[in-house]
């Protein structure tokens, strides 16, 4: 008896087997494991975390275990999630009309503002929200989008504050030191300006007094052109600070003074010749966009005829 039952048995077993090795004419059922999908992201962290190690060297200890410090992929994934929002955000928009957000705009540019004199004060002490900051101006953008100021998410804008927020992601992990404070020391002075004004803008009764943007962007470029010198003088007189990175840091700050100079130039340079096509008098004659008295004149000097 006991023969015929380890006979049934080998011979049931033996059957499961053909059966498990039968192929199945229904597709597989995937099961979803966060466990297995966890583990794939830590080993592309880990990956991308040497690499960066092996290109920069070792990360400064004094920054190990900050928020968002330890791994690059935060801060790549939201500046990926930033642009996606714009192209995004610039279709859900368009046939919508625009939002007004000045309760939102008043709190936010107040909160900047607030949030870079407290940095100005104690930049060296918390530079990881000088860091953080470049992530919170990504509502600058958002707010643009929302508003359908489409022609205010230039390249010059998009490339600014996508670079900065991934830079200082490097700086805070490898060179947190005395070199690194000047350049966010100016940039939250012109910040505290910068918001102040936004901030003033967002009331219409305000906008007679705001006679001072074009002095903004000159003071930016006052900025890059004085972060410029104070990190060349680090090349003419080492200070123990990377010279890549100040070639770098230099190279980078050169394309922010011709992004600004550029868009100085479109945005002041032009306008006072708009300005004199829009007050023409009626029946003026104008030729490709300059009127006969334009072309009657020559170095300040008008020619009768014309007067």
Same mark, same amino acid.
């Given at each position: ?25 229904? /597709? ?12 794939? %992201? ?26 968002? %410090? ?26 919508? /009309?625009? &939002?007004? %957000? ?17 940095? &100005?004060?104690? #930049? ?17 953008? *958002? ?9 205010? *998410? ?49 009331? /219409?009764?305000?906008?007679?007094? $705001? ?35 100040? *070639? ?7 394309? &922010?003074?011709?992004?600004? $100079? ?9 306008? /006072?010749? +708009? ?25 300040? #000097?008008?020619? +009768?005829?014309?007067?």
């Amino acid at each position: 008896m006991a023969d015929t039952t380890r006979l049934w048995t080998r011979e049931r077993r033996a059957q499961e087997r053909a059966a498990n090795t039968r192929p199945s004419s229904l /597709p597989a059922r995937v099961v979803f494991c966060p466990h297995a999908l966890q583990e794939h %992201l830590k080993a592309f962290d880990d990956k991308v975390n040497a690499f960066l190690d092996n290109m920069f060297g070792p990360r400064d200890s004094r920054v190990r275990g900050w928020f968002m %410090l330890d791994s690059y992929l935060p801060t790549f994934f939201l500046t990926v999630i930033y642009l996606l929002s714009i192209w995004l955000g610039n279709k859900y928009m368009k046939n919508r /009309p625009a &939002l007004s %957000l000045r309760g939102i705009l008043t709190l936010y540019n107040l909160g900047i503002t607030l949030l870079s004199m407290y940095m &100005l004060a104690e #930049v060296a002490k918390v530079l990881w929200w000088y860091y953080f900051s470049k992530l919170i101006e990504f509502l600058d953008t *958002i707010f643009f989008v929302l508003r359908k100021k489409t022609s205010q *998410i230039t390249f010059l804008h998009v490339y600014h504050h996508a670079s900065m927020f991934n830079i200082w992601w490097c700086v805070l992990n490898w060179i947190p030191c005395g070199q690194s404070f000047f350049g966010p020391t100016l940039n939250s002075f012109i910040h505290i300006l910068m918001y102040s004004y936004y901030g003033l803008s967002v009331f /219409p009764s305000m906008h007679r007094y $705001l006679w001072w943007k074009k002095y903004l962007t000159q003071a930016q470029l006052v900025q890059f052109v004085l972060t410029i010198t104070h990190t060349m003088s680090a090349v003419v007189k080492p200070c123990g600070f990377p010279f890549g990175c100040l *070639i770098f840091q230099s190279s980078y700050m050169l394309t &922010l003074v011709i992004l600004f $100079l550029n868009f100085y130039f479109q945005t002041y340079r032009k306008k /006072p010749m +708009k300005k004199e096509m829009e007050e023409l008098p009626a029946g003026k004659e104008v030729k490709n966009g300059f009127s006969k008295a334009y072309f009657t004149a020559t170095n300040g #000097v008008v020619n +009768k005829k014309a007067q």
